[in-house]
């Protein structure tokens, strides 16, 4: 006998095997028309699944209303897009096609190039499969038929992917829909017709289980929303989104450059970029770049992020050095350089560090996804009375941090250990204790959509990320406070203090970075202010412009006061137009223009306009300034 709990408290009994469809035929015809999908005590799976016989299970049954549903129809959309792909082009061969923030891809491999310009003639296929309505049928198949299955179809990727990631599996699923017939573990809608507007979005490069030696394949992205107005808002959403991007704004606005020639992932800062730059930074130290191979290994940082981190460097000695890809080991020498008291906790070290990780090639993303990066570390020593304070003062910075840039929509997550993952390091009892104390402070703090999310603790330590909404609703993850038990303990460094009892006593290690990757920080501020920088800022604050070129000496007097005031400021002293100025000026993202002409040389005053609300009139120029002070001082956010 099956027991099964529906939302509303009613509970349903069966002696025979049901899917969530056939439960909806029974509460009702127009609820088994608008089912999708169901979520079976907490696992999403298709409205055609059996239920377990026995026992007693949760069900929700999942229509158009539910979030959950559009990815389920999103994956369903990918298969018709790959069906649609093989009508159209010869010797496809499938490799995954899974769903992603906003929309789904599939990857192929096939040798003629599939462009943009094909997307028409793919999207009218698609639409065709859509109008047939034919079902997604699941079929399930032993594990050595699978093989076969895949062999006769031509699949060679699917039978590669059955025997080195399926081969424990007894069986394995397919779905079929008309002469489409793809290994999947599903779910899907219970037909096309379910699928709503759908657009192709780009082609791309990506290879085979992400790893470069293997055959590069061709990555078609889409979306598919289930109303058009839904998918009229992604779209515009997305071409605002490339009117905001960082690697464009960068080069037009001279923020930062990357040169093939200097290496891939690695950021120049440009004059103005290095100002918004130094704007951030709070604590410069010069360290070292690289450290020897055994620091990391000592720390567990290497070999387990060997595969995204630089190979390491061989010397004539035998010594072995590696890129550094993180300051903690760093600091935790520096915290053993001498011996420490209690009186001497909590010891706060903290530095802009340059790490380099080696991010592949198909993953590098501007300043956001870099090789070498410039970390905003501090890691704290203290002994385990000390945690609950000095994690909260962590955490308090970070949000006065996003609080001051205008980034008051943000989340926060708590990673946690995944017990039956074998990737953390240190023992249990540690991890306990840490995630009990990074959740009772984080409750005390009152975050906003506070989260629990196991398995993405740090390998040492469970962490709380503040993930950030930028001003066209993407989110970032940002800054990062993490509780470590394990770098301190005697498996790792052993580090030591002596208490007030005269013994030696282990301290507890907190790793803070309010910004994150100081490049990733700035090429998403970029991307948030649409390079349009609030005054305290922006590259160049203001610039003087003369509406002729006689009154360039009251000009150069009134650009060397701002400048005498702490400033960033030009004069444009071209022979052109004052709307032409003005132009200029706005097109390059200046906050405010002081412009001056014989009624401002006869008044010693300027005419004050701003970049947002245009013409503020005549001020005096000590007014003018101390009106600009005032905005900077108060880092004000417009």
Not at 258 to 280: M, N
Not at 557 to 572: M, P
Not at 610 to 628: N, Y
């Amino acid at each position: 006998m099956l027991e099964v709990n529906l939302p509303d408290g009613s509970v349903l009994k069966y002696s025979r095997r049901v899917r969530p469809i056939d439960i909806a035929a029974e509460i009702g015809s127009r609820l088994a028309g608008a089912t999708l999908a169901a979520e079976v005590d907490g696992q999403i799976v298709g409205a055609d699944s059996y239920l377990p016989q026995e026992g007693e299970v949760s069900l929700r049954l999942l229509t158009k209303k539910d979030a959950q549903s559009l990815d389920v129809m999103r994956h369903s959309c990918a298969h018709v897009m790959a069906r649609a792909v093989m009508r159209l082009f010869d010797g496809v061969q499938l490799a995954f096609g899974p769903t992603v923030d906003g929309g789904f891809y599939y990857d192929f491999h096939l040798e003629q190039s599939i462009s943009e310009t094909d997307f028409p003639k793919i999207e009218a296929e698609m639409a065709k499969i859509v109008k047939q309505n034919e079902a997604f049928e699941r079929i399930e198949q032993p594990y050595d038929r699978a093989i076969e299955l895949c062999k006769e179809l031509g699949q060679t990727l699917k039978v590669e992917h059955l025997r080195e990631g399926l081969s424990e599996e007894s069986s394995v699923s397919f779905y079929r829909q008309g002469e489409f017939l793809d290994l999947c573990r599903g779910p899907h809608v219970p037909s096309a017709g379910a699928i709503g507007p759908l657009k192709l979005l780009s082609v791309a490069g990506a290879y085979w289980k992400g790893d470069a030696s293997n055959p590069q394949l061709q990555r078609i992205y889409g979306t598919a929303w289930f109303h058009k107005k839904d998918l009229d808002d992604y779209l515009t959403k997305l071409e605002e989104a490339k009117r905001r991007d960082h690697r464009v704004l960068g080069k037009q606005l001279e923020l930062f450059l990357i040169e093939p020639e200097v290496g891939s992932g690695l950021v120049l800062w440009l004059p103005k970029g290095a100002t918004v730059r130094r704007e951030l930074e709070q604590f410069i130290y010069d360290t070292p770049a690289i450290g020897r191979v055994q620091l990391y290994e000592t720390s567990g940082h290497y070999p387990y992020y060997s595969d995204s981190q630089f190979p390491p460097i061989e010397m004539a000695d035998g010594d072995r050095y590696l890129l550094r890809p993180m300051n903690c080991p760093h600091h935790i020498k520096i915290y053993q350089s001498k011996p420490r008291s209690y009186r001497d906790l909590p010891l706060r070290l903290a530095e802009l560090g340059l790490v380099h990780r080696f991010e592949q090639s198909g993953e590098l993303t501007g300043m956001t996804r870099a090789r070498g990066f410039t970390q905003d570390d501090a890691h704290i020593f203290c002994t385990e009375d000390q945690v609950a304070d000095e994690f909260r003062g962590c955490v308090e910075m970070t949000q006065y941090v996003l609080r001051t840039l205008g980034l008051d929509d943000y989340r926060v997550r708590l990673g946690f250990r995944d017990p039956t993952k074998d990737k953390y390091v240190g023992r249990p009892e540690d991890w306990d204790r840490a995630e009990a104390a990074l959740e009772e402070v984080c409750r005390d703090l009152d975050l906003p959509e506070l989260e629990i999310e196991v398995g993405e603790a740090a390998f040492y330590g469970p962490k709380a990320d503040f993930v950030a909404s930028d001003c066209i609703g993407r989110e970032w993850q940002l800054g990062t406070v993490q509780l470590d038990y394990n770098l301190p303990g005697p498996e790792r460094f052993g580090l030591e203090y002596i208490g007030t009892d005269n013994r030696p006593h282990q301290p507890v290690m907190i790793h803070r970075a309010p910004l994150g990757s100081l490049e990733r920080f700035v090429g998403m501020l970029i991307e948030h202010f649409a390079g349009a920088f609030p005054l305290w800022l922006a590259p160049e604050q203001a610039r003087v412009l003369v509406v002729s070129q006689k009154f360039e000496e009251y000009g150069r007097r009134v650009e060397e006061a701002l400048k005498a005031a702490g400033l960033r400021t030009s004069g444009d002293y071209r022979p052109e137009k004052v709307g032409a100025k003005i132009r200029d000026a706005q097109l390059e993202l200046v906050p405010y223009m002081f412009v001056v002409g014989g009624r401002e040389v006869e008044s010693e005053t300027v005419s004050v306009r701003d970049r947002r609300e245009g013409d503020l009139g005549t001020m005096s120029l000590e007014e003018a300034i101390e009106k600009l002070q005032i905005e900077i001082r108060s880092k004000t956010v417009r």
